[in-house]
């Protein structure tokens, strides 16, 4: 864990005068509710609306001036898509971003709107591996994938960083999982800190695949999962970030669908907060009970874009 959580060390210096540094919210009706003190390290604020971009500019920036000149390539659903092409516009570096049909359409416009080439596919006919190999055919480009980088899985390792750093006493932390980069970096960061401080990644109970591969020792995947936590949406966790989930991780929970949804509206209505659904996933393992809150838990909260369309069906219980 040495090196990585060096890594997770050096990214922080790296990225201190370039991200925001997010709030920590608390909701005192909640802390009543469960008997705990609950901390919330608000990603939504994040530049871009998301943890992503802390990954995409800690990896991209560190790459040499002949593969910064000959551009960047990337896939995502959407938060990594709009961090890579965010970073690359600061950078001034081309980007191509290989995106799902059923990606949130303001994740798309955001992507396009930073400048990068938005390629669209459909994921029932092809993989987004498939389309990102055929658009960079002559090996031009590098690619930069969403979670299963090491520098990717370092730069997210640095929101656990500011949490503790300002809330140094957490019995708990919980993060969502999607592909595990951002459950990886954080419970290397949170153990390399707080040594007994328990980590819990949390998952859609539809998008299971990482929660499967924890228990069984086995890589389970599970391709265009239903689940209206879009930013979980990945077949499968990765070649690097499997191994780090199962060795630092403490336990994998699903919520359901309704969780989530309750989640979202509570951060909305009663923290007047924007979280898109994967986002929620810590506050949904909380409130539904299937994660008892214990002392001082910190909760990861990814990202907030969420399109206006989908967060009205939700405050509407459609």
């Known amino acids: 864990m040495t090196d990585f959580f060096e890594k997770i060390s050096s990214a922080s210096e790296r990225l201190k005068d370039v991200v925001n540094k997010t709030p920590v919210m608390q909701s005192s009706t909640l802390n009543k509710r469960l008997n705990a003190n609950i901390y919330f390290k608000c990603e939504n604020f994040q530049k871009m609306g998301a943890f992503k971009f802390r990954g995409a500019y800690n990896a991209i920036s560190q790459l040499t001036d002949e593969q910064k000149q000959k551009g960047i390539i990337a896939y995502s659903s959407g938060n990594h898509a709009q961090a890579v092409a965010l970073v690359c516009q600061m950078l001034d570096i081309s980007a191509t971003i290989v995106m799902p049909n059923n990606a949130p359409k303001i994740k798309q416009q955001a992507t396009e709107g930073y400048g990068a080439k938005v390629v669209v596919f459909d994921p029932i006919q092809t993989t987004r591996e498939q389309v990102a ?42 993060a969502p999982c999607g592909g595990g980069g951002l459950l990886s970096g954080t419970a290397i960061a949170t153990k390399g800190k707080l040594p007994d401080c328990k980590v819990i990644g949390i998952e859609p109970e539809m ?8 228990y069984t020792g086995k890589l389970h995947s599970n391709p265009n999962p239903l689940t209206i936590a879009d930013g979980t949406r990945t077949t499968s966790m990765g070649d690097i970030t499997f191994p780090l989930v199962r060795e630092y991780v403490d336990e ?40 008892e809150a214990k002392g001082n838990v910190g909760v990861i909260v990814s990202g907030g874009n969420i399109d206006g369309e989908v967060m009205g069906d939700i405050l509407n219980g459609r």
Do not use: C, H, W
Request: proline share 2%.
């Open 207 to 214: 998008a299971d695949d990482a929660t499967k591969s924890f």
């Open 252 to 291: 994998m929970k699903t919520v359901s669908e309704e969780a989530i949804m309750e989640a979202v509206r509570f951060f909305y209505y009663r923290m007047k907060i924007v979280v898109e659904p994967s986002g929620a996933l810590g506050l949904a393992a909380l409130l539904s009970g299937v994660v």
């Open 133 to 174: 190999e055929k658009e960079n055919k002559d090996n031009q480009l590098t690619l930069i994938k969403p979670f299963d980088n090491e520098n990717v899985i370092s730069g997210q390792g640095t929101v656990a960083f500011e949490l503790i750093d300002e809330i140094n006493d957490l019995d708990m932390m919980l």
